[in-house]
């Protein structure tokens, strides 16, 4: 065994990972000369020149009775100097906060077998990031969001609640709810500063929304959006003009309004409908034409029936031309 030892040591060794793997296979492995491999072993390849031994021994004269892969695979296992800082990385990346984290006051919770993530009352003015993909049901209600920018949840493809109710928003952009138009069913904007939105931000959506408590200012635009989506039971009356308004329709409920009065005009929408008038006015004109020309005919008619009918003159016959009569009869 000594000679075994002794020749061992003197195989080149490149880096500490070769050292390791040999003390490993040494302790797993039996070593025997290399008169001739047993069956189902492995037998290394031959050594460079010159990594003999004492008493003529060389690495390919060892033969491994152990499963070849397991000597091969601790050989290829980096040094400890390389393996220490990904440790160190590893185990600091835990305590490392994520950008992508929610707000210590919101959570996620589990209700009606929905995925809910709540963040009402969370002193927010900005949407939050870090909200989970599988989120079904979003409440940022009572907080201080000012605004809904372009796409703000567009990374939740199967979101079908959001509650945006009791914020200070005044503003929504047009792509707002960009993404959700194959899933969002309910939207409540109530409760906020609201006293326009643009039609476009609705586009798509099939919704039931919630907009009553906003100072509207009754435009055109409120009232394509209500053309747009469908009303929240019982919210219809809460959607008052406010002081953005014309003075005379502040304090009126718009719904009441809209069915007595065309907001938009020759805007939006509009111009369509103007055409419609214009058609119906020429339709009727053309109407009135027609019943006064029939009008006008029958009252002739009965004029020229009511004349006395004139006698014909009768011509006085001669007596030459009574005799030829006669003589022809």
Sequence with gaps: MGGIASG???????????????????????????????????EPEPPLPGNQGPEGLTSS?????????????????????????????????????????????CYVAEEAGERTFRCSQAGLSTVPTGIP???????????????????AFQHLPVLEELDLSHNALAYLSEAAFQGLAGTLRHLDLSANQLASV?????????????????????????????????LAPG?????????????????QEFLLLAKEEELCGTGRGGARRSTDVALLVTMGGWLMLVVAYLIHYMWQNQDETRRPLKRVPVLPVRSEDSSILSTVV
């Design 8 to 42: 061992q040591s003197a195989l080149p060794l490149s880096s500490s990972s070769e050292v390791g793997s040999v003390g490993l296979c040494r302790e797993r492995t039996g070593l025997a000369r290399a008169s001739g491999p047993p069956a189902n072993t492995w």
């Design 133 to 151: 993909n599988n989120t079904r049901k979003l409440y940022l209600d009572a907080n201080q969001l000012a605004s809904v920018p372009a796409g």
């Design 235 to 251: 919210t219809g009356t809460g959607i008052v003009c406010g002081p953005g308004a014309q003075p005379d329709l502040v304090g």
């Design 61 to 105: 004269s060892f033969v491994s009775y152990s499963t070849p892969g397991l000597c091969q695979s601790v050989a290829m296992l980096p040094p400890a100097a390389c393996l220490l800082p990904l440790l160190l990385i590893i185990g600091i990346g835990d305590s490392v906060p994520s950008p992508q984290s929610p707000p210590q006051s």
């Design 198 to 230: 643009p039609v476009e931000a609705f586009v798509g959506l099939q919704i039931q929304v919630n907009l009553s408590a906003n100072p509207w200012s009754c435009d055109c635009a409120l009232q394509e959006v209500i053309r747009q989506v469908r």
